[in-house]
């Protein structure tokens, strides 16, 4: 089973700032099954990227993803008020017919 | 609009059995996989299951922690998915969501319920 690891944990940084997320795979996965998730408190997780760099419908062009084999980074240019939240990478295991997600990683108000 | 709403849950027994559905409209629900995700009181995303559409011979993948226990269904007549859970543990307490699941070039979930809350306790 591959394993995602989010990191940092938590990220502390200010409207207007880069945000850098990062999201690690045990083994290599296909760049067509990683995707981008937002959820803010007491909210159902929203997509934000698929195919690591595809946006979904109506995300901002702020939001953007990148990455092949075992690395993948979320990048979002300039933090709006709206972006603090949990982010989370997800991959699909063909061989095994199963999605994984990773642990997240929090964006927080510095 | 593209909408899912979960409903079925509340507070059930360990051992016992809850079954919860997901009511899709603003698609064609026939033509989509669906599938299960859960998330435990302050922790991570944790998938279930999905189901593949019709045309894709409508077979269902499950996580490691709840195959044996848990199953997936649809009726495409009525637009619902149903996850039936049996056998449930304290662990399996979380906000289950239901979401459209993308199973062609890429996979991912693009529409998300906004959850129903299963409670396992005594």
């Known amino acids: 089973e591959i394993v995602l690891t989010q990191s940092p944990g938590t990220l502390s940084l200010s409207p207007g700032e880069r945000a850098t997320l990062s999201c690690r795979a045990s083994?290599?996965?296909?760049?067509?099954?990683l995707a981008w998730y937002q959820q803010k408190p007491g909210q159902a997780p929203r997509l934000l990227i698929y195919?690591?760099?595809s946006r979904a419908t109506g995300i901002p062009d702020r939001f953007s993803g990148s990455g092949s084999g075992t690395d993948f980074t979320l990048t979002i240019s300039r933090l709006e008020p709206e972006d603090f939240a949990v982010y989370y990478c997800?991959?699909?295991?063909?061989?095994?017919?199963?999605?994984?997600f990773g642990p997240g990683t929090k964006v927080d108000i510095k | 609009e593209v909408q899912l709403v979960e409903s079925g849950g509340g507070l059930v027994q360990p051992g016992r059995s809850l079954r919860l559905s997901c009511t899709a409209s603003?698609?064609?629900?026939?033509?989509?996989?669906m599938s299960w995700v859960r998330q435990a009181p302050g922790k991570g995303l944790e998938w279930v299951g999905f189901?593949?559409?019709?045309?894709?011979?409508?077979?269902?993948e499950y996580a490691a922690s709840v195959k044996g226990r848990f199953t997936i269904s649809r009726d495409d007549s009525k637009s619902i998915a149903y996850l039936q859970m049996n056998s449930l543990k304290t662990e399996d307490t979380a906000v289950y969501y239901c979401?459209?699941?993308?199973?062609?070039?890429?996979?991912?979930?693009?529409?998300w319920g906004k959850g129903t809350t299963v409670t396992v306790s005594s």
């Open positions: 979401t459209r699941a993308q199973l062609r070039y890429y996979y991912y979930m693009d529409v």
């Open positions: 603003g698609f064609t629900f026939g033509d989509y996989a």
């Open positions: 189901i593949r559409s019709k045309a894709y011979g409508g077979t269902t």
């Open positions: 083994q290599s996965v296909s760049s067509s099954y």
């Open positions: 195919g690591a760099s």
């Open positions: 997800q991959q699909y295991g063909s061989s095994q017919g199963l999605f994984t």
